[in-house]
């Protein structure tokens, strides 16, 4: 591995690889001091042109904790503002010495094109509606925790997949992987090459719900519309969304999961969103140990990553 820019690019070893990697670093969580000094010396920067979170503090988080100095850049309030573009941002970061770029921005396929112009390792942490590899690999890890399996899981991925880059990272990587993905959306909130893709597709989540090991609700993403996919925000909910009714028509075993932020009452309700089957808070802790698997991957080594680093 050199970069991750898409989960399509993992073969089915190497998602293992980063998996089982997640699961020995998790143990740094439950220690006193949360810190290895794998990557001491390396420097992360975390490249947001979009607003985020999650994303960005669990990178940071994931940094900081195997040592590594971590510069944080906002697009707003930089000289992106002044008209910078994205290459000469990049060959600056260079110049600045950055072993690792985390690159999440607005425009589909802008981390592959950043791959080309630097020098270090590229993470892709969303780029448009295309792709977000580190949240389909910590939702694979969530399940494959839970489950105890992924090979032969059915999946099925709720809401707003036309433009939902998750949706996208999780068929791909959860079908090399082995397990069986169904998409459940209106027919305007599917992309026209969803028959390509390696999946079922659904209109009816009442249908699919009951053979389904693992639910994903997807938010709407208001932000990126700039038509009307469906009526009214209560006739998607009415459709779409997964309250107190839907939820127990699951089998007993299954989980639901959202990759975050929610909107609680439209595609999940907040009795869901909070019960114990619900994975929604353990997905952001595994979040942290799984892209601290993919920096150790890319800038580390291939040794152990906790039995070699103890001194």
């Known amino acids: ?10 073969s089915r070893d190497e998602a293992v690889l980063v998996l089982d990697t997640a699961k020995e670093l998790a143990q740094v969580g439950d ?12 420097t992360v920067v975390n ?4 607003d985020s979170t ?4 669990s990178f940071e988080a994931a940094a900081k904790r195997m040592s590594a100095d971590v510069l944080n850049f906002s697009a707003k309030g930089s000289s992106v503002s002044k008209g910078e573009s994205l290459k000469d941002t990049a060959l600056t970061l260079q110049a600045m010495g950055a072993d690792g ?18 020098e270090g390792a590229v993470l ?6 295309h792709e977000h590899p580190t949240q389909a690999l910590l939702d694979a890890y969530t399940m494959r925790e839970r489950m105890g399996r992924l090979e032969g899981l059915r999946v099925a991925v709720v809401g707003d997949v036309l433009h939902s880059r998750v949706a996208r990272s999780n068929v791909l990587l959860l079908h090399t992987l082995g397990a069986e993905v169904t998409l459940v959306a209106p027919p ?9 893709w390696p999946c079922a597709v659904s209109y009816d989540l009442d249908e699919v719900l009951p053979k389904s090991d693992v639910v994903m609700m997807l938010r709407v993403q208001a932000e990126r519309m700039n038509d009307a996919f469906f009526p009214t925000a209560r006739e998607y909910s009415r459709r779409y969304g997964l309250d107190r009714d839907r939820f127990a028509r699951m089998p007993d075993d299954a989980i639901v999961m959202h990759p975050g932020p929610m909107i609680r009452g439209m595609e999940i ?4 969103a909070d019960s114990p089957r619900s994975t929604i808070t353990e997905q952001v802790a595994n979040g942290v140990s799984v892209r601290m698997a993919v920096l150790y991957l890319l800038l580390g080594g291939s040794e152990s990553a906790i039995g070699n680093q103890e001194g």
Do not use: C, Q
């Open 1 to 10: 591995m050199r970069h991750l820019l898409s989960a399509g690019d993992l």
């Open 269 to 272: 309700s907040a009795e869901v």
């Open 31 to 42: 220690r006193s001091v949360k810190k290895l000094p794998t990557l001491r010396g390396r």
């Open 54 to 57: 999650r994303t960005r503090i």
């Open 124 to 129: 892709n942490a969303g780029d448009g509606t």
């Open 188 to 196: 305007t909130l599917l992309p026209v090459s969803v028959g390509t």
């Open 47 to 50: 490249l947001f042109y979009e």
């Open 101 to 118: 770029v985390v690159i999440r921005h607005g425009s589909s396929g802008a981390a592959r094109r950043l791959a080309n112009w630097v």
